[in-house]
């Protein structure tokens, strides 16, 4: 829960509360007002990167940019507790450190050509100066983000036996699985829909799998994507056919077993596994580099989270919404 601490932010959330329709506001952290125009904007700009990032990954383009927009006002909330940390910090970042990463972006992305990149930062009415400013608070955020996870404690050997007993399906090779899929939208696209209510739709509907209604039944009545009509089922698929996040699930699911609902980009999804044929693993010694490097991932992720946990409750924040 929210812990309300500064009087000035809170005074702040009761004035803008009735007039936030009318001047766009999206959200009051601390006292400091995002505009909804200030959402789009940072919108705009983490677009430009992922357009040169994936130019030639089409489809990685597009989930990244789907899970943008159903992130894009908690990312921007975050982002201001962030560097309100870093402020009080009393932290900097050096000028040429940005004008480097920018000259990176303009090397790798651009071929070097500077006037081709400000031609396209100016086709999305992005000047450079604007595009800088996001950048250093970017790099404020990426930097504030290391420095948490770095504290973490490397793998242990009981970790690491632990951690490949547990996942020891994800590096079977030749093995198949035949499941089905619910897909629920964080945005159907109808009015008055959220996330978080979409998120107890999906959960509502797991319930009931679990108390016995049919799978393919429930699909057909719920789910939003290609299969929906099939129940969604899908036939026989290899590991590497398959969404890694999704194949890690699904083949860690026994012969009839459900899944919890997983958030995926711009959807939450629930999965049955219909039937499996299991491949050989690969061994401990093969794998060790790798599963010390998951264990590591996992331990920061978990670092940073109760980190930004920490700064949620020390802050007085409002949400309005886009």
Not at 176 to 194: D, L, Y
Request: with cysteine; charged share 30%.
């Amino acid at each position: 829960m929210i812990r309300i601490l500064p009087l000035l932010a809170l005074a702040a959330v009761s004035t803008l509360s009735a007039q936030s329709s009318s001047n766009g506001i999206a959200a009051v952290v601390n006292g400091r007002v995002i505009t909804r125009s200030e959402v789009r904007e940072a919108v705009n700009a983490q677009e430009q990167m992922l357009h040169m990032q994936f130019q030639n990954d089409p489809a990685t383009l597009q989930r990244e940019l789907s899970n943008l927009h159903a992130t894009a006002l908690d990312s921007l909330i975050d982002r201001e507790l962030i560097l309100a940390e870093f402020k009080r910090l009393g932290a900097s970042l050096k000028s040429q450190w940005i004008d480097d990463d920018i000259n990176d972006i303009i090397r790798k992305s651009f071929k070097g050509n500077r006037d081709a990149f400000v031609k396209e930062l100016a086709s999305t009415g992005m000047t450079v100066k604007k595009f800088r400013e996001l950048r250093e608070k970017m790099m404020i955020v990426q930097a504030m983000r290391g420095k948490q996870a770095a504290q973490q404690a490397p793998a242990t050997p009981k970790e690491v036996e632990d951690f490949y007993a547990k996942n020891i399906d994800r590096w079977r090779e030749g093995g198949m699985v035949k499941f089905s899929k619910i897909t629920i939208p964080k945005f159907s696209g109808e009015a008055g829909t959220t996330p978080e209510g979409q998120r107890k739709l999906a959960e509502e509907i797991r319930r009931k799998i679990i108390n016995g209604a049919d799978f393919a039944t429930t699909a057909k009545t719920y789910s939003q994507d290609s299969h929906a009509e099939d129940g969604g089922a899908y036939d026989w698929m290899a590991r590497n056919q398959m969404n890694p996040a999704l194949a890690d699930v699904v083949f860690g699911l026994k012969q009839g077993g459900i899944s919890s609902v997983i958030e995926e980009e711009g959807y939450y999804i629930i999965i049955a596994c219909d039937a499996i044929k299991h491949g050989s693993a690969k061994s401990l010694k093969e794998l060790r580099p790798e599963i010390e490097h998951a264990i590591s991932s996992e331990k920061s992720k978990g670092t940073i989270d109760k980190w930004m946990e920490g700064l949620r409750k020390r802050s007085v924040i409002k949400k309005f919404g886009l």
